[in-house]
């Protein structure tokens, strides 16, 4: 508590400690691709040192006003049209963290700092239809990408069954060839029966010569021999 002698001492300034609402003023922004936005804001500021408040600045308001505005228009300008309107939440923060260590030297906190509006300038009809070509040119390059995706998907799955054909026809083939094999093989073990042996003989019957204890078997296939062999004392 101070005490205030009449006619010696007076209060210089009074500060409000409680949260300072800041209209910020609308003002035109050019984006990265040269399109007007006309933007304003709003600022929440609480005064935690006065004195330096009311001896560090001339006048913290306007201060605090031209801050956000300049500070707004570098953020907005980085950005394309598309992104500055969608992107609300992004500009807030970007513009809080570049405010908030400027003014932290006169004694003020950011509280947080709103966009109200973000509105098309005067060129908005003809930056319509550049948007509109905008939109166009993107449909255009994303039906380009999907046909060329498809296209390739295609392509592969016609390479992936064509290899699979191949495939199987070798197998085919190669089971083919063994079940030919086996074929055969049962053939050559079966067809040669013992008739065969007896007309292919050597030894011819008639009346005057008996056959022989141990005929010479002529056959028509080793494994008939071998058989002929195994069932005849040769």
Same mark, same amino acid.
């Given at each position: 508590?101070?005490? /205030?002698?009449?006619?010696?001492?007076?209060?210089?300034?009074?500060?409000?400690?409680k949260?300072? *609402?800041?209209?910020?003023?609308?003002?035109?922004?050019?984006t990265?691709?040269?399109?007007?936005?006309?933007?304003?804001?709003?600022?929440?500021?609480?005064?935690?040192?006065?004195?330096?408040?009311?001896?560090? *600045? !001339?006048?913290?308001?306007?201060?605090?006003?031209?801050?956000? +505005?300049t #500070?707004?228009? #570098?953020?907005?300008?980085?950005?394309?049209?598309?992104? =500055?309107l #969608?992107s609300?939440? $992004?500009?807030?923060a970007?513009?809080?963290?570049?405010?908030?260590?400027? /003014? %932290?030297?006169?004694?003020?906190i950011?509280?947080? *700092?709103?966009? +109200?509006?973000?509105s098309?300038?005067?060129? =908005?009809e003809?930056?319509?239809?550049?948007?509109?070509?905008?939109?166009?040119?993107?449909?255009?390059?994303?039906?380009?990408?999907g046909?060329?995706? %498809?296209?390739?998907? !295609?392509?592969?799955?016609?390479?992936?069954?064509?290899?699979?054909?191949?495939?199987?026809?070798?197998?085919?083939?190669?089971?083919?060839?063994?079940?030919?094999?086996?074929?055969?093989?049962a /053939? +050559?073990?079966?067809s040669?029966?013992?008739?065969?042996?007896?007309?292919?003989s050597?030894?011819k019957?008639?009346?005057?010569?008996?056959?022989?204890?141990?005929?010479?078997?002529?056959?028509?296939?080793?494994?008939?021999?071998?058989?002929? $062999?195994?069932?005849?004392?040769?």
């Amino acid at each position: 508590m101070n005490i /205030i002698m009449p006619y010696i001492d007076s209060v210089a300034h009074k500060v409000t400690t409680k949260d300072i *609402v800041l209209d910020i003023p609308s003002q035109e922004v050019i984006t990265k691709d040269n399109a007007v936005l006309i933007v304003n804001a709003i600022a929440y500021i609480n005064i935690v040192s006065p004195e330096k408040a009311v001896y560090g *600045v !001339e006048n913290y308001i306007l201060a605090i006003q031209n801050l956000v +505005q300049t #500070s707004l228009r #570098s953020i907005v300008g980085e950005m394309d049209l598309d992104d =500055a309107l #969608s992107s609300r939440d $992004a500009i807030k923060a970007k513009l809080k963290t570049a405010i908030s260590d400027d /003014i %932290a030297d006169w004694g003020i906190i950011m509280k947080t *700092v709103e966009i +109200q509006d973000i509105s098309l300038g005067h060129d =908005a009809e003809g930056h319509g239809e550049q948007a509109a070509a905008e939109r166009e040119r993107r449909a255009v390059v994303t039906r380009a990408d999907g046909q060329k995706a %498809a296209a390739i998907l !295609e392509a592969e799955g016609r390479f992936e069954a064509s290899k699979r054909d191949a495939q199987a026809k070798v197998v085919l083939a190669e089971g083919t060839q063994r079940a030919i094999q086996k074929v055969t093989e049962a /053939i +050559q073990q079966t067809s040669c029966r013992w008739s065969t042996c007896w007309a292919k003989s050597t030894w011819k019957p008639s009346a005057t010569s008996p056959p022989p204890r141990t005929p010479r078997w002529w056959c028509c296939r080793p494994t008939c021999r071998r058989r002929c $062999a195994a069932s005849w004392a040769c």
